[in-house]
């Protein structure tokens, strides 16, 4: 493990764009692309605008890689594992909701699943324009905040994400729970009017 993080490592912004795109694509890294972009950050601080760069890059590439699979094919699995009530539900709420579940675990820098939602958003239909809007949309904002957190605090950055985990943490409920508002009162003439 130890030769991959320095061969990551060593192909600096590449590396990165090569481990976002892995772990986009289903590979599961949890922590993986964030820690390695505040790593290349503070060593390498010339680089860390570039490396914020491969890893929205990397990230998309994969994200697409798994929304075109499940737009090819997604739609026939769904169908077979929403013919319960639960599954009817949840198939309704991914459909009314897709954008935001993709949005959510793919802004904040805690481990949140995000491949079943891009998968949904791939088998129900979302433009591959506005998932992929969402996804930068997301996406460039988290890392290029972690690569800046990785300039301004140097080796630091790591222990003050830890310290203050819970902060974090509370923030993201706070966004969801607004996000989900939002949505809500959006829906409302929606659900009104039917």
């Given at each position: 493990m130890r030769s991959l993080l320095d061969s990551l490592i060593a192909g600096g912004p590449f590396g990165l764009l090569v481990l976002a795109a892995l772990d986009s694509a289903g590979i599961p890294l949890p922590g993986g692309v964030d820690g390695l972009l505040l790593l290349l950050s503070v060593m390498r601080p010339a680089t860390a605008g570039m490396a914020a760069a491969a890893a929205i890059t990397g990230s998309l590439l994969g994200n697409l890689f798994l929304f075109s699979l499940a737009k090819r094919g997604g739609e026939e699995y769904l169908s077979r594992h929403t013919i319960s009530p639960r599954g009817r539900r949840l198939r309704i709420w991914y459909q009314r909701y897709g954008l935001i579940t993709v949005f959510i675990p793919a802004f904040?820098?805690?481990?949140l699943p995000l491949k079943?939602?891009?998968?949904?958003?791939?088998?129900?239909?979302?433009?591959?324009?506005a998932f992929l809007s969402t996804l930068a949309a997301a996406r460039i904002p988290r890392y290029f905040g972690l690569a800046w957190l990785g300039l301004q605090m140097g080796t630091?950055?790591?222990?003050?994400?830890?310290?203050?985990?819970w902060h974090i943490l509370g923030v993201a409920a706070v966004l969801a729970g607004l996000l989900y508002w939002l949505v809500r009162a959006a829906d409302r003439p929606t659900r009104e009017a039917s």
């Open positions: 904040l820098p805690i481990p079943i939602p891009v998968l949904c958003a791939g088998a129900l239909g979302v433009s591959r324009a630091d950055a790591g222990p003050w994400l830890q310290a203050h985990a």
